[in-house]
């Protein structure tokens, strides 16, 4: 891969997990903080793993490619795990507050 991407995928990582957080912390309340942030602690592992299989490829590949991968595109599976419970969570229950069933009679 071009160091260009190299790069960039290591400073959207960065920015990733900070905003990830926000975004959790905004969507959802309470025990639903803590599942957003544990399922994007085990988006991390996927994460890592196609950012290594990216950046360690090609033949070119240095000593640090597996940065990219633990800086860049691990910490965006987590915001992406995270931020997409969080979002998931809010949509489903968006509808739900303040209604009852009731048979009627």
């Known amino acids: 891969m071009p160091d260009s991407s190299f790069e960039l995928a290591i400073v959207a990582g960065l920015l990733s997990f900070p905003v990830a957080v926000v975004v959790v912390a905004l969507l959802v309340k309470g025990r639903h903080v803590a599942i957003a942030f544990v399922v994007g602690f085990f988006c991390l592992v996927p994460g890592y793993m196609v950012g290594a299989d990216c950046f360690c490829s090609s033949e070119g590949a240095g000593n640090l490619c597996g940065l990219g991968a633990v800086f860049g595109t691990a910490p965006l ?28 009679p």
């Open 77 to 104: 599976g987590f915001a992406i795990g995270a931020s997409g419970y969080a979002m998931l969570r809010r949509f489903l229950s968006r509808g739900t507050k303040g209604t009852t069933l009731r048979r009627s």
